[in-house]
Structures are given as C-alpha cells and as structure tokens.
C-alpha cells in the first residue's frame, strides 16, 4: 500500500492542507479558514478537521507515514510545542504533536515554516543532490533554513537558523522587527525595501519616479510590487532601491558562505519574484563580500521552486528523509 | 596498551608537537624550527623529523591512535591536502596526510588552526558537555570553528567556518585583509584595535592619554597589548578602544547566536587574554543584537581552557571521539 504524507500549513487567516506522497508529488489540497480570533478551541478544531479530511481521503492511519504541521513561532520541534504564537490568539504551551499523534495514531511533527521549505527544496525542489543547504525566504521578512546533511540544524533550543537577525550594518537606522538595527530583514525584506524607497523619495524630494505616480503621490501606498513594477520600466529610483537590496543580501550571503560553504543557496519569497536584477545585484556584491571570492562565485544561487504549496510540502518533507549516507561531515 | 595521539602544529616559524592520551592529557612535547625559509623539501623534513622523534617516544605505530597535523591554510581536511599556505614557501598542494600515514603507517588528518582548537575545547576543555559550540578566536585575526554534534562542520570544501569574515558593517571604511569592508575581524581583532586606536588619536588630536605616553607618541608603536594595559590603568581612550572591541563582537556574535542557537560560545585568542572588561562589553551587546535577549542572553560565553599548547591539543582532538549519541540535531 501507497503510504501518503500530511503536510499542514498553519496561519493566522487559513489552515492548507495536503497529501504528499514520497516522492514530493502533491495529490490532494484542501484549505479552512483558521478562525483564530475565535480563539484557541475554535481553531485547533478547525486544524483537526482539516486533518480528518485528509486523513479520510488518504485511506485511515495505515495509510499515513506521518502528519507534518507548519505552526506559527515561536515553537519548539524537538517537542512539538507551540509556545505562544501572535496570530494564534489564545494559544500558549500547545503540545500541538502530541494532541495529533493522540487523535489520529500517527506520528506529527511540528516545525516552522523557512526550516522546513529549505528541507523541502533540497528534498524534492531546487536543492535535489545538495547536501549543505543555507535556505532563504525573502517577503514580508526573512527566514533562513539552515539544511546540513539534508537534514534541518536546530541548535540547542529548536531555534537555530534565524539568520534574518544576523547584523549587517551595526550602525543602521532602519530598525528591525525584533527591536535591533541592522539586521538583514530590516534592510532586504519587502517593507524595508518600501521604507527605503520612501525615504529616498523624501529626502530627494525634487526627484521625478514612477514610484511617484504610481501611487498617486501618496507614498504609504506603495508596495514591494509596485517598485519591481516601475524598475522593470526602467524608473531610476526604483531600479537603485532594488540593486541596492540585491547588494545587502550580497553583502549578507557573503557571510554566510565563509560560515556554511554550502553546496547551494535557495532562494524563495514574493521578493525574490524580482528574479533576474535582483539576483545578478546579489551575484555582483558576493565575491566583494568574500574570503574567497572565486569559490563564493561557484556557490549555486538557485531560485526556490516550490513556491505555490510551499507550506504544505515543506510540512511534509519532514516526514520525507533521502538516503543521507554516513554523517561525514 | 595505552594509545597515544601526536599532534603537530606547523607554524611558520616552529613545528610544535606532543603525544596526548585519548582522555586529552599532554605528556610529552617537543619544538623545532620549521626552516620555512628553506623551501619545501627542508621545512617537510623538520616536521617528519619531529613526527618521528614523538612515534618513537610513543613507541611505534602500534602504540599509536593517530596523528593530527594543523598546517597553515588554505588546505582540505577532506583529503589531507596543504594548498599553498604563504607562510609555508614552497608548498604547493602537498598531501600531506597521505605522506605522513605512508612514513609512519598510521592514520593522519590535517585540519586548520581554528576547527580544530574549537572541538578541542569542546572534547576536553572548556566547553566540555557541550554539543553544538561556536569557537571563536581573537588575536592577529578572528577565527572561528563550528562544532556540531561534538564533531567539526566543515561545509561542501572543507573551508566552513570562516566567521571572521562575516561583515557586521558594510560601509566600514577599516579594510579586512581578505580585501573586504566591514568584517568582525577587521573590526576586532588585535591589529583593528590597534588600527582604531591610532585613527582615534590622530582625529581627537588633543585629547591627552596614556597610550601617547606609552608610545613615546610613536603610534606605530602600539599594539593590543599596550591598550589592555592602557585601559586596566583607566585610560579613556584606551577603554573606549576595549569597550568598542567588545560591542562589535557582541553584534556579531548575537547573529551567530541567531543562526546557530549554540550550547555555548567559547572565546580564546591573545585579546581574550584583556578578560572582564572585554566580555563584559560583549555580554552588554548581545540581548541588543537578538531575535531572542532572553534566550541569547542565557548562551555561556566561556573563556576557551587550552590556550597554551592549543595546536597541540587540537591536532591531538582530531582522532579523539566523545560518545556522540544519535546524530539528532
């Protein structure tokens, strides 16, 4: 008998589901709303349901290898805890993994979403054949998944590959979301790249931009979207504002290269939808930003090909293992 | 019988070496001078010379676990070769683990300075009982090990772990000797302190201080030393210098943290050897520098244990195997 896979992506609005078999193939979706402001009991049914469903169509637990669940963070993966989630009102310490395994007799595991898109990507996406992954995700922050031995590093506390917090610039003033200045996500992700166009427009307040009109004007309507939109037309500022968040990551991913000289580096996110100017900003600042710069060039930079259902494979692909050889590294 | 481990460090100027028991006890070690200068052929020689003189102290090969070798880099620990280190002239991709097994018939890995002091520390010194370890140390440069698992990550090439070279300030104007901006190890290491203290005196050009009068006011004069000395004496200046060391490798030791959730962090090196007012320094930036203060805060932060003979005891750890349970990271 075929064994499927339920990968299960949970966020603050909806709740998507899937079957995914062991070969990364997706064969059944399904998506409920999360109701979380209805509160703890009201959406942890609605995530229980939405595992019954699947776990109908699959055929009973005989059927299942594994149900893997994406939970918002913080959380830990060594004991599948969901501590206390800020779009998951209500919930606090939820031993969301034990609840599962108890229910449906079949084993969950619970990890966060940029680890487990990186162990997805290597598992059956961009990455396949690649060992030592650095997994980024680039959209309304980043994430990084840190993949050695085609597995995800944790670190001690379960909470290891946060690389969006590593500081690139110590003396910046945009701040980040986690209260420091610097860090990568609050330079490169997609609202600080529609800050520092916003703040570009201000200070060079003579300057003509599409940006300008586009939005009417009224810079707090701009969005990430709209300055790929005027850059592709060739605007001047816009085209500056995505080089120069081509040039940060650069800057970033240099380093993390003389750390992990990964085999690869995925890329994912709405903002690595920029495709081609961004990454040949990113490829021109790395070996700048390098020890060394010959073997930082070679490194792959592949764009993350499992974009669409992403949370639903990666929450699978923990229960998906390849055939890692001996631990040499 | 007992089994013994060499271990040679082969510097530019002396070959160290020792025997060390498999519980990382020193018992017997020796120096010649590598003869460098010599060339290839000569500077070879002196390290199989020592290597024989410590196999026959041991006993011969039977008596023999191993022999670790820590050569100046680039090299590949993958497969023992020494590239083309500038301080070993002459050398040029030199197997050297393959030479030093067919001469001695027993087995030899080479690894870099770094890698190697780290597990060391985690196997028998400071960070005993640790798993995964960032090693860091500080001195003419900064360099650093990722221990994981009790075992050294050595990425796709070999040449992970180059943490000095991730940049904490991209517009940093203080040039790193791997030709880029902004470092940690053009920022903190021992001549970047040195570098910072002479830039501060030249601009605040009145301002009167010790490491003036320490100097004769001959700022080529000044070194790490100087300005430890400066700053335990209450030096303004010099303690800035210290003060701001110790910020910069808080910045960045709050995104290693992020990325590797570590058991611990150990820090050796001669500019350790400044000690509280350093760390201090240190343990003041990192909650500042964190996805997580709390947790951050929490990382130990040990002084590494083997600072004397720590080539030694390093090249010695190569072959020594704590009892690593699964690999269930």
Redesign the interface.
Same mark, same amino acid.
């Given at each position: 008998m075929r064994r499927l896979i339920i990968g299960i992506d949970i966020g603050g609005t909806k709740v998507a589901g899937g079957l995914v078999t062991p070969q990364g193939r997706l064969v059944k979706s399904l998506i409920l709303p999360t109701h979380a402001e209805r509160g703890y009991a009201a959406s942890l049914a609605q995530i229980l349901t939405l595992i019954q469903q699947l776990h109908d169509a699959a055929g009973g637990p005989e059927a299942l290898e594994g149900i893997g669940l994406l939970a918002p963070g913080?959380l830990n993966p060594h004991t599948g805890l969901v501590i206390n989630p800020p779009n998951l009102p209500g919930w606090k310490n939820v031993k969301l993994a034990e609840k599962v395994e108890r229910r449906f007799h079949v084993k969950a595991k619970v990890e966060n979403d940029a680890n487990a898109a990186g162990l997805a990507e290597v598992l059956f996406g961009a990455a396949v054949g690649h060992?030592?992954v650095f997994y980024v995700t680039v959209s309304t922050g980043i994430g990084?998944g @840190?993949i050695? *031995?085609r597995?995800i %590093?944790? +670190?001690?506390? =379960?909470? /290891? =590959?946060? !690389? !969006?917090?590593? $500081?690139? #610039? %110590?003396?910046s003033p945009y701040r980040c979301g $986690? !209260?420091?200045f610097g $860090?990568i996500e609050a330079l490169a992700a997609g609202p600080a790249m529609v800050r520092r166009a916003q703040v570009h427009l201000l200070q060079d307040h003579t300057q003509p931009s599409l940006l300008r009109d586009l939005t009417h004007g009224q810079l707090n309507r701009l969005t990430p979207q709209l300055i790929a939109q005027a850059a592709e037309s060739g605007d001047a500022v816009a085209k500056f504002i995505v080089e120069q968040t081509g &040039? &940060?990551l650069g800057?970033?991913l +240099? !380093?993390m290269i /003389?750390? &992990? #000289?990964? #085999?690869a580096i995925v890329i994912g996110g709405g903002v690595a939808q920029i495709g081609k100017p961004l990454f040949q900003a990113i490829r021109n600042t790395i070996p %700048?930003?390098? @020890? *060394?710069?010959n073997?930082a060039r070679r490194v792959p930079l592949l764009r993350a090909k499992l974009n669409k259902n992403v949370g639903i494979y990666g929450a699978a692909a923990l229960f998906l293992r390849a055939g890692v050889e001996a631990?040499n &590294?």
């Open positions: 913080p060992r030592h990084t @840190i050695i *031995n597995k %590093y944790h +670190g001690k506390n =379960g909470v /290891a =590959g946060e !690389g !969006g917090h590593v $500081c690139v #610039d %110590y003396h $986690c !209260g420091s $860090c &040039f &940060f800057v970033w +240099g !380093g /003389a750390l &992990f #000289d990964p #085999d %700048y930003h390098s @020890i *060394n710069p073997l631990e &590294f």
